[in-house]
């Protein structure tokens, strides 16, 4: 049986993880102490993902950009795709948290949504 | 001359939770004062994601927690002035503030809760050799460039300090096209959380020195480059090791220090080892009345626990002013917290068994990297708290938590201890 060590980063406590793999499938993780712990671990293993967030230009606004995320976590081989498609978006004020700036982003499935308002 | 119940200094996380929490404890005249355009503080160009997990049970990027505070404080209709910065706070609450609009006014206030944040260490702190030339930014001054006024502030970068906001920073200049070539750090580990080691350097393939600093910067108008050295045990560069790394670029992230210029000018008795006030359960600093939260009273590493701070000082200022400062419950005396071999300093400072909650958190940084060690609190010889900690380092705040019922067991105690014990 294989292990791996893991650090968590599924929040700032950063939980030292422990997983163990049976033929490329975590079979259990210790060293969480929450429910995310356990998640992360799976798929740090199988198909790690992670949340991109960034910023585009914004016409009209009070700042010259808004902050932005993927809603959910995308494929980690995937965030430079993210933030090429991200690169020429120019959205016109008012945005508002919450918002789609981009639907399906490089083909993820996942949105990108504003994360202030401007 | 103009009267609050609550004059709040800050409109970020602190000073929001505050505000929400002694509104909720029943204080109607509360006014927040910010010197920035709009609420949110610091939050507002942390645009990366982690905030809330504690408060919200949901992950949110820095802007939209700040969001979810700044609602509340419109909801609860809290007072507020922007663009105002508050010049000085006398010893009697006479608070003088001046903005565009109204000029200079003064402002008398009950209670007054310090909430002003922290700020980055300067490079004329670091001492570090060489010009003086364009392209040197702390890592929070390229994070405003970067995510709320859209500039990227350069292409070729190194870092100096692995503080988070460094480790953030390296991150966002290689999304937006930057090659970070390296994070240097003076101290044999990082000063950062250890998500933020994966998930911005790791991800990225950026490498960490650990033990080595900036020897030079070249460059008269511009930085060219930078050479980096390892650092001896007593943190001397060691002649030979020398790096140079071209670059227009050199970010700081080397620690933050509470901003208290405010707090000492009213009398505010600071802890050299925090750069914070000194505070009792309560949050309130040695000056009767004044109240002090999130990083002006010391550096957190998590926003959540900066909220749950600050509400509680919110609540207790609220208690202040309605029992006009003579808490009924209080017959003993408060109980210094002493920090012994491996813990640096606590807050807070001391405890009032009549007067706390039925539980309390104390929180704390050691001073080095531990491994199985345990966290151990005393009562006196009695030992009350023996906690396991697989690894406790001075980048993570540790805490432990008094229950009430603990104090009633043992009347007349002097002082309550808190160290590391290594197995």
Known sequence: MEARELI??????????????????????????CRHGEEYAKKEVTNPTRIVTSSVKVEGGKLGVVSVKTREDIPKEKIFAVIKELKDVRVQAPVSIGDVIIKNVAGTGVDVVATRNN | MLHYDIVIVGGGPAGLAAAVSAKEHGVESILVLERDQELGGILNQCIHNGFGLHTFQ??????????????????????????????????????????????????QASAVILAMGCRERARGALNIPGYRPAGIYSAGTAQRLVNMEGFLPGRQVVILGSGDIGLIMARRMTLEGAKVHVVAELLPYSGG???????????????????HTVVDIDGKDRVKGVTIAKVDEGRK????????????????????????ELSQSLGVELNPVTSGPFVNECFETNVE?????????????????????????????????????????????DIPIVPESGVRYTVPKTINPDRMDEKHTIR??????????YISVYLGKERIIYKKRPIAAPGEMEEVIFHKELFQAVPDLSKITIKIEEA
């Open chain 1, 8 to 33: 968590c980063i599924g929040c700032p406590m950063g939980c030292s993880l422990r997983a163990e793999i049976k033929e490329s499938q975590v079979i259990s993780v210790t060293g969480n102490t």
């Open chain 2, 58 to 107: 949901e992950e949110l990027t820095g802007p939209e927690y700040a969001g979810r505070f700044i609602e509340q404080a419109e909801k609860a209709q809290v007072a507020y002035k922007l663009n105002t910065m508050v010049l000085e706070i006398s010893k009697d609450k006479v608070v003088t503030v001046m903005n565009g609009k109204e000029g200079m006014f003064e402002i």
């Open chain 2, 193 to 211: 959380l250890k998500r933020n080691l994966v998930q911005c350097l790791d991800d990225f393939n950026i490498p960490l020195k650990l033990s």
């Open chain 2, 364 to 373: 704390f940084r050691v001073d080095k990297v531990y491994k199985n060690c």
């Open chain 2, 237 to 260: 560069p060691i002649s030979g090791t020398e790096t140079y790394y071209p670059c227009d670029t050199l970010l700081l992230s080397c620690g933050l220090i509470p901003e208290n």
């Open chain 2, 289 to 333: 009345g004044v109240f002090a939260c999130g990083n002006v009273l010391h550096v957190h590493d998590l926003v959540d626990f900066v909220s749950k701070e600050a509400a509680s000082a919110g609540k207790h200022a609220a208690a202040y002013v309605k029992y006009k400062g003579k808490h009924p419950a209080v017959v003993s005396k």
